[in-house]
């Protein structure tokens, strides 16, 4: 009630200050015919006074102070300009400049509204102080509360991921990654194979009847001894003899992992490599220098281990080239050849960002290839990739 009666005596004041600038004359109220000054004495008193311009003009016109009661952030805070309006632009309430986001990638994947898309810093090879650039945003996934997790650890941090990979089951051993401490890591389902297949080759090979010494003659007549007709010693039904459909030199057991299975195995592998904080991302591959040297020294500055495997899309600089073509510890992939053998082989993956949105959407496609829908249509048909010339 207080405010209201408050806010109705400052209308009154304005009203009759108008009323008084008009009986001022015109060549006196040009400008400053009657000026309204507000005082603060505390945080809570407002207190206005109409002031003629001149002491001529002061007898007659009438004097009246009002009281009024009302907040001191009614017209603005004391540090602002003290005037009845508040300033057009003033400073202290003016909106910051948005500054240019520093995220350099944006997720393509719809996220659910719990969850928000992983960030990795941008790097660069440039130096090897380098600042980071900014950031490139993954797809996450929660892994499920294991019943085997530790008590001190609340929840399982996210891990990136492409859509439909099947929840993590609850198994009784749960393995944990050396690097990262309490995190526990199971593989993503039942089909995923917890080693790399062997592929062994055997180097087995016998003797036909025709490679065993001897035999060269019949053991005896066709007819008349009664006895079963042969027609040399080294025959398989004879002892010693050569061996019929036996191995016959190396063979290779070597069979193609379903596609599927290959692209969850490449799911983990990606997701592995992001907990234990050995996925890296860089703007581009371009170096100062084509000397090994350098990529040696930006490695060990960095703390990047003893093998680095760095996947982009297009053709590698010929800088980063010539260094690498000199070091074991360094492998140049591109995107399209990465396979999980290559994952775990190299202790630390560098991918740019082009290969990042390479294998993003490769993966999504193979999520969604496979369709229960007539009539048929080839599998590779709607495969994304990128034109190049002379394609």
């Not at 006196?28 to 001149?54: E, F, I, Q």
């Not at 602002?80 to 994947?109: G, K, M, W, Y």
């Not at 050396?178 to 917890?194: A, G, H, K, T, W």
């Not at 396979?339 to 993003?360: D, I, P, R, W, Y």
């Amino acid at each position: 009630m207080a405010t209201w009666r408050s806010m109705a005596m400052a209308s009154r004041l304005k009203t009759e200050a108008a009323s008084v600038a008009k009986a001022v004359p015109s060549r006196t109220n040009h400008c400053t015919g009657v000026r309204l000054k507000v005082v603060l004495p505390d945080s809570s008193v407002l207190a206005m006074k109409a002031a003629p311009a001149s002491r001529s003009e002061a007898a007659r016109l009438p004097m009246k102070m009002y009281m009024a009661r009302i907040p001191s952030r009614f017209w603005g805070d004391p540090e602002d300009p003290q005037t009845l309006d508040p300033p057009r632009i003033p400073s202290r309430f003016r909106e910051p400049s948005p500054s240019p986001s520093p995220v350099l990638r944006r997720c393509s994947v719809p996220v659910p509204p719990p969850q928000r898309p992983l960030q990795a810093w941008v790097g660069s090879l440039r130096h090897p102080g380098d600042a980071l650039r900014g950031l490139a945003e993954l797809p996450p996934r929660r892994l499920r509360r294991h019943a085997q997790c530790p008590p001190n650890v609340p929840n399982v941090p996210d891990v990136p991921y492409i859509p439909n990979v099947p929840d993590v089951p609850s198994v009784p051993d749960v393995p944990y990654i050396p690097n990262v401490p309490d995190v526990p890591v199971s593989p993503m389902s039942p089909r995923c194979p917890q080693r790399p297949p062997r592929c062994p080759q055997s180097h087995a090979r016998v003797l036909t009847r025709a490679e065993v010494r001897g035999g060269g003659r019949k053991p005896w007549r066709q007819k008349g001894s009664g006895r079963a007709r042969h027609g040399s010693i080294r025959s398989p039904l004879w002892r010693g003899g050569g061996i019929a459909h036996g191995p016959r030199g190396p063979t290779s057991y070597f069979y193609m992992v379903p596609m599927r299975l290959r692209v969850l195995g490449l799911k983990v592998a990606l997701s592995v490599k992001l907990m234990q904080d050995e996925l890296h991302v860089v703007d581009n591959l371009e170096v100062p220098s084509s000397d090994p040297r350098y990529l040696q020294d930006l490695a060990r500055f960095r703390h990047w281990g003893s093998s680095v495997l760095l996947v982009d899309v297009d053709e590698f600089p010929e800088d980063i080239s010539a260094a690498a073509e000199e070091l074991k510890s360094v492998t140049l992939l591109p995107a399209l050849g990465l396979n999980v053998h290559s994952l775990l082989k190299h202790q630390t993956l560098v991918l740019t960002l082009g290969a990042v949105t390479f294998l993003e959407r490769r993966l999504l496609w193979h999520d969604r290839r496979y369709s229960a829908l007539y009539p048929f249509c080839l599998p590779y048909r709607d495969l994304p990739w990128e034109p190049r010339d002379g394609i």
